[in-house]
T-cell receptor, first 112, second 114 residues
Framework: GEDVEQSLFLSVREGDSSVINCTYT??????LYWYKQEPGAGLQLLTY?????DMKQDQRLTVLLNKKDKHLSLRIADTQTGDSAIYFC????????????FGSGTRLSIRP | KAGVTQTPRYLIKTRGQQVTLSCSPI?????VSWYQQTPGQGLQFLFE???????NKGNFPGRFSGRQFSNSRSEMNVSTLELGDSALYLC?????????????FGPGTRLTVL
């Protein structure tokens, strides 16, 4: 099946690292993504990782992929108030290269 | 380059009416996908068009339809609106619609059905 799951909420202190976790069921997923959605806005692609990679780093963002456990994580270093948003984990299923399956989103809130 | 544009941004309709939403992709992009976002169901794939052909379709009733024009602009239509159709409708464009090119979403059209 095609299912993506992630926790609903995460609260971190400003300056700390945030780690958002996600699990997926499709072992043939080709690409996995992290999107950010701010209030009243559309979706912004933060980063993606191809299924044959273990890690990808892009400035403050680090994506880790454990394909055996079908687990994806997004680490945001030095979390800032501007990082407050909903973060969606998503995948392109192996059965269809032209659609994306999204998780329910994790709302990240930043404490001062 | 201009981003993905969607019109209108907000729409209020009543049950039983029909609605047409428009999406203009980034210049040069040939794939347009549509998604519905609701608090209860989250983000769900509606359909994808590439070069004026529907290439993929999600699990939505036939009241939801779409088309793509030769300039790659796309429209989606919802007929006989129901209260449950109230949602944010997002459109995404990409060069070919496959692989990693999933990054360009528009701001969405918020549809309210009364």
């Amino acid at each position: 099946g095609e299912d993506v799951e992630q926790s609903l909420f995460l609260s971190v202190r400003e300056g700390d690292s945030s780690v958002i976790n996600c699990t997926y069921t499709d072992s043939s997923s080709t690409y996995l993504y992290w999107y950010k959605q701010e209030p009243g806005a559309g979706l912004q692609l933060l980063t993606y990782i191809f299924s044959n990679m273990d890690m990808k780093q892009d400035q403050r963002l680090t994506v880790l992929l454990n394909k055996k456990d079908k687990h994806l994580s997004l680490r945001i270093a030095d979390t800032q108030t501007g990082d407050s948003a909903i973060y969606f984990c998503a995948e392109t299923p192996g059965s269809s290269a032209s659609k994306i399956i999204f998780g329910s989103g994790t709302r990240l809130s930043i404490r001062p | 380059k201009a981003g993905v544009t969607q019109t209108p941004r907000y729409l209020i309709k009543t049950r039983g009416q029909q609605v047409t939403l428009s999406c203009s992709p980034i210049s040069g992009h040939r794939s347009v996908s549509w998604y519905q976002q609701t608090p209860g169901q989250g983000l769900q794939f509606l359909f994808e068009y590439f070069s004026e052909t529907q290439r993929n379709k999600g699990n939505f009733p036939g009241r939801f339809s779409g088309r793509q024009f030769s300039n790659s602009r796309s429209e989606m239509n919802v007929s006989t609106l129901e209260l449950g159709d109230s949602a944010l409708y997002l459109c995404a464009s990409s060069l070919a619609g496959t692989g990693y090119q999933k990054g360009f979403f528009g701001p969405g059209t918020r549809l309210t059905v009364l």
